[in-house]
């Protein structure tokens, strides 16, 4: 008759590293060893140790230990990780975003324009709907006339209500259109 899983998994545990395993090893309880006081005194001394020797080698062992130079400004800096750039501003200027742009429309402005335009999308013409959830194709968004990948800016002259379906439609398309301030 062939073995269960449930039989296979005992035998496998009694053969296994968790048999003859002794106190305080790491395959005792997973990849973190025992958990009593004093195994768990003893491994965080071993870990203070090699810290100090990795640290006394002039290892990376402490955060901020790559040296860095901005593609930017030509900053020097210390990071972590390797990195291009020493801020968001300089990362900005490298991809032609201009730091003074916030990549965000506050609420009040959103409803302003909103009610501006009546509550209608501005590329169809048809009612947006304010309920809609954020990720439905009927949702109110703002579009940029002039998007800001072209050199628009977010000033409300250049904002108006679309529906997400139908700004996600137009892309990055430039027209003339602006709409009305009544």
Not at 101 to 130: A, E, K, N, T
Request: charged share 30%.
């Amino acid at each position: 008759m062939p073995e269960t899983e449930a039989e296979r998994s005992a035998r496998r545990y009694s053969e296994g590293a968790w048999a003859n395993s002794p106190h305080g090893s790491a395959s005792r309880y997973n990849k973190g060893g025992c958990r009593c006081e004093h195994c768990r005194t003893e491994a965080n001394r071993r870990k203070r140790e090699q810290y100090a020797r990795r640290r006394a080698a002039g290892g990376q062992s402490q955060p901020g230990t790559i040296a860095c130079v901005c593609r930017t400004c030509g900053t020097e800096f210390k990071s972590r990780k390797a990195r291009s750039y020493c801020s968001r501003e300089c990362y900005r200027n490298a991809v032609g975003t201009a730091p003074e742009h916030d990549w965000y429309i506050s609420r009040g402005w959103r409803l302003f324009i909103y009610d501006r335009d009546g509550w209608r999308c501005q590329l169809c013409g048809d009612p947006v709907d304010m309920t809609a959830d954020t990720h439905a194709p009927t949702a109110p968004t703002l579009d940029h006339i002039t998007p800001r990948s072209r050199g628009g800016s977010d000033d409300p002259k250049n904002l108006r209500l679309a529906h997400r379906g139908c700004n996600a439609r137009r892309q990055s398309a430039v027209d003339e259109y602006v709409p009305s301030q009544s």
